[in-house]
């Protein structure tokens, strides 16, 4: 048994030196890849917030409000699987006397009502915002951008990013008298969106139908990858 502990032992201070020495001839380098793309998809989050003296007036007008938009949505095309409620609240204020600072007696009821939509088509962005504005819609909180399929910028970005990293390795074991070997490991992190160059306004709203001025700009995809290469 004591020969085989002493075995054992021996082994795992073989492997750890193996180990070490491995580590002393390898190179690890950070490479870095981006892929810029047009969306073709888009988010946005907008609701109405109405206000009376009377909760049930406040509540209903909300409600009605909100149906509205949903009506209004629909009409453009888009399906009602692709709104959801995102948010509802109903809360009571008490307002204060601007010059004495205590409560002047009266009771407003606050009621809201938020949605999200996703759009598919992109194109549908604006003349969406727009008709949610027409239909009562007071509240737009975010509008953002993304890929029904982002693996094709993924793999370009990552196809960059590897690239990035092969060059900086080749330059540093060339200026210690080295050449790359095999690959001993990879770690990538990133992958996620960057808008860039988005542009949200209002524009003017007839009531013949208006549509709120919107700019995609690009999304980037950014991959990171940590290599280790080994040392010859």
């Known amino acids: 048994m004591k020969r085989m502990l002493l075995t054992l032992l021996l082994l795992l201070t073989l492997a750890g030196a193996a180990q070490a020495q491995e580590a002393a001839r390898s190179l690890t380098v950070t490479g870095s890849g981006t892929a810029t793309g047009v969306p073709d998809m888009a988010l946005v989050h907008l609701g109405v917030q109405t206000s009376d003296g009377d909760v049930l007036a406040a509540f209903n007008r909300s409600n009605q409000i909100t149906a509205d938009i949903v009506e209004a949505l629909l009409a453009l095309g888009i399906e009602r699987k692709d709104i959801r409620t995102s948010g509802l609240s109903l809360y009571q204020d008490r307002p204060y006397d601007p010059f004495s600072d205590v409560e002047d007696g009266t009771i407003i009821y606050w009621a809201q009502n938020s949605l999200e939509v996703t759009l598919r088509d992109i194109d549908l962005v604006g003349q969406a915002l727009g008709a949610s504005v027409q239909a009562g819609a007071n509240s737009i909180e975010r509008l953002s951008y993304g890929l029904s399929d982002p693996s094709a910028l993924e793999t370009q970005a990552r196809e960059r990013a590897v690239a990035d990293a092969r060059n900086r390795a080749e330059q540093l074991a060339a200026l210690t008298g080295s050449q790359l070997g095999r690959v001993f490991s990879i770690h990538e992190s990133g992958g ?17 139908g208006g549509a709120a001025t919107v700019e995609a700009g690009q999304l980037s995809v950014g991959v990171q990858l940590q290599i280790t290469w080994e040392l010859e």
């Open 192 to 208: 996620g969106f960057n808008v860039r160059a988005e542009r949200f306004e209002f524009a003017a709203m007839a009531d013949s």
